[in-house]
């Protein structure tokens, strides 16, 4: 028994070590917790530490606390502390005693105070690392805004140091982080530069920068040996990652030219242990000065990509044939090394690039197959819709039932057919190819139907035709009609909405009816019944003929609606007949519902086109509407508070006639009365975390005053919900008897710091369009032209030379690419991808 427990002894002691070791990695990786006291006697002069100070721990802070967490294992391996610091209650410092102070983190360095930190710009382990890393190489890293500031600090650093220039499009990115890491460890070697800025990037890039991507250079500084000779820079071709970035410093570090006087397949250098190819310059004693140049030149041009090596043929005695002059050497074990017989450098350069080419080839083939392999739900973009496009990115669209058009062909498709629907675009933006998908969807319902076109305009590739047509954003749809000016869409690009305004807005608007017998079958939904599927009102303006004015108002207002809604008119003298029968004065609007098979007059008491405009979208709106994304913009403007119903799912018989009775009632004007169906609208989760610390449950009906004070009431869940309990407490409410569940911020939500501002960055990367005011081949200017040559102002104009020259010599102005689309939107199958694009 005794030989039993002591062989197994061995094994429990090593089970044991491993428990310890496991426990103690899990510990050095946990957000350490400490009070106030505590954490200061822990500081240590030098020793950088990330604090947070926390008294009581809301919802909206743990999300900050878990991306805290997540990243004290990365600050640890840079010697720098996370802390959170616990604060009594009774605490009132400057870092505990403060409401604002706890939205805040702080880094140190010791007990010195280096940098206070929004808890929002702390958004993930990526923006956190690079912020902290930011903060504490000042020295090493520095931000640069202007081209003139950049060309000082270039000036200054001449003959001492090369500068690495970084561009990243935000601060707190994935990018971000990888330049912040790598100055940690290359900061003393290099002047690093950072930059937010897309007009600095355009001025260091020979090539069109768009501002999208991030961007690093290595300027060439160390070598420049007159103040009046430029940094020769060198961009980093792969994306920015600490692994890449620490590849591509390595190649810039080393020789340009390497003289090598061993067995080329002994020879090893960084290029080689990267998995670069190396191409020897075969050299001899009588051509040595001009076979170095040669090779300076070939390295320059293939710096980052290639190595090169001047080989001395004379001291190896190397068995090749004699008019060999290029030797290629790649990564690969056991692949012998190649000697070829070039005649100028632009073969060498071709050769390392086609080469470089079949790899990337390979490789890019072999991510295709693993990304068919995985699952194609995983996360891949923060914006839900430029995910989208790439989780759909190998979908097949229908896109011969679009007609695409060009500079040449747009003004004789806009007038053969009666009715041409066009889209204008942007290939390379998502939620432009977002919408081609939407619209390719309402090509397929309309297929076959007689006088409607749909047609397309990638404004990447005809600036010209977007800007005669007024496109100053996009994607934006247009109607066009002969002879009438164009109708622009406003409303959500999804396929129900585009195709209800496409179909609509093919019916005269107002419908001038002839007689009492038409209007009546306007009002049945007889006139127009093919219609009946995309609206469920109908209204007409009903006048005497002497009423001229009120008349033209109601016309304007008609166009104004276009699309949006079916409008009839009639001035017949027997107008007083059809007055009498519905009861309404004169002049008047009927809403024909059909659904509810109702018509309700309303007095026309204000006669501008606007005002008309604004009653019928008013009384167009629900009793008691389901609150959608959609619709919420239409409610939200009447400005009201809103009492909403929270459903997940349908509503019961009970609760939506009580509810309707509320909606109907003589307070109707007091709120609005609506509900929301979770299922149909996830969105309202994250409204009732919002509302509500814990989740309520459901049916729960909630007050919410968003226009006056943000206070959110809940209804007792120990009542029914009856017209007249509703009703008492919505008075104790407004009396201030009852306690709000929570009051919501009308704070503006500003960015923290300008670096921050991230709209601003994503407006000044979109494409600026040149206005051309000829019209193009001769032909006379049609009703949109003239539209566009009159609203023309808020579209930018551009003073460059180069395209002013094209159009004189009748060039087509934009660019020489044309149908440049991702294989995303169309059979046109590209090999590059969205994002390279």
Sequence with gaps: MSSKRNRWAPGFSFLLLCSCCMSSARNANALLELSPQEYLSSLQPGKASLVYFSRNVSPGVRPFLEQMESSVQPLQDYGISVVKVNCPKEEVSRYCGKQNALLKAYLFRGNILLREFPTDALFNVNAIVANVLFALLFNEVKYIASPVDHQNLENSLKGRLNVIFAYVPAIGTAEHRAVMEAAFVYGTAHQFILTTEVLLLKSVSTEDADGLSAQLFFCHCKRVTEPTQPCRRTPMEQPLSTLNIHKYLKLMEAPIVTEVAADPEKVSTVHLQLGLPLVFILSQKETYEADRRTAEFVAWQLLGRAGVALLARDSLGLNVLLQSNVALKTAEEGVPIKYLVLEDTDEIIALVENKLKGEQFQEYEEEEDEEEKENSDKDVQDDQVVEAIHRDRKRELPLDLIRTLTEETFHPAVTETGHTAVLFY????????????????????????????????????????????????????????????????????????????????????PLKLASAAAVEGYLRGELLAELLPYHTTSVLGLFMPSMKEAREAFIEAGTILKGYVTTGLYYGDDASVLSSKYNAPLPALLFARHEERSIDPVLLSRLTPQEIAQTIRYQLLETFPEITVENLPAYWSLGRPLLILFSDGDLGPWDRNEMLRLGRGSDREAF???????????????????????????????????????????????????????????????????????????????????????????????????????????????????????????????????????????????????????????????VKRHAEL
Aim: with cysteine.
């Design 426 to 509: 942007a290939s390379w933006e998502a939620v432009s190819l977002a919408t081609l998908q939407s619209y390719v969807e309402v090509a397929v319902e309309l297929k076959g139907t007689s006088g409607v076109s749909l047609a397309r305009v990638n404004c990447w590739d005809w600036p010209g035709v977007c800007a005669k047509q007024n496109v100053t954003q996009f994607p934006v749809v247009k109607i066009y009609e002969k002879g009438e000016r164009p109708v622009t869409y406003g409303g959500m690009l999804g396929t129900e909405d585009l195709l209800r305004f496409i179909m609509l807005s093919r019916v005269s608007c």
């Design 672 to 830: 609005l009365a609506c509900w929301l169906n979770l299922q149909r609208t996830p969105a309202g989760r994250g409204i009732l975390k919002a509302y509500f610390s814990t989740p309520p449950p459901l049916p729960l009906l909630a007050w919410v005053n968003l226009h006056a004070g943000g206070e959110v009431f809940a209804f007792p869940p120990d009542q029914p919900v009856t017209q007249s309990n509703v009703l008492s407490w919505l008075e104790k409410c407004r009396a201030g008897l009852q306690l709000p569940s929570t009051t919501l911020s009308d704070a503006p939500w500003t960015p923290p710091l300008p670096a921050y501002n991230f709209l601003r960055m994503m407006e000044s990367t979109l494409p600026e369009f040149t206005l051309h005011t000829a019209y193009g081949r001769g032909d006379p200017p049609g009703p949109w032209q003239a539209e566009a040559a009159e609203e023309k102002a808020p579209v930018r104009e551009e003073q460059a030379e180069e395209p002013r020259a094209e159009a004189e010599e009748g060039q087509p102005p934009g660019r020489d690419l044309r149908g440049t689309v991702p294989r995303l939107v169309g059979r046109e199958r590209q």
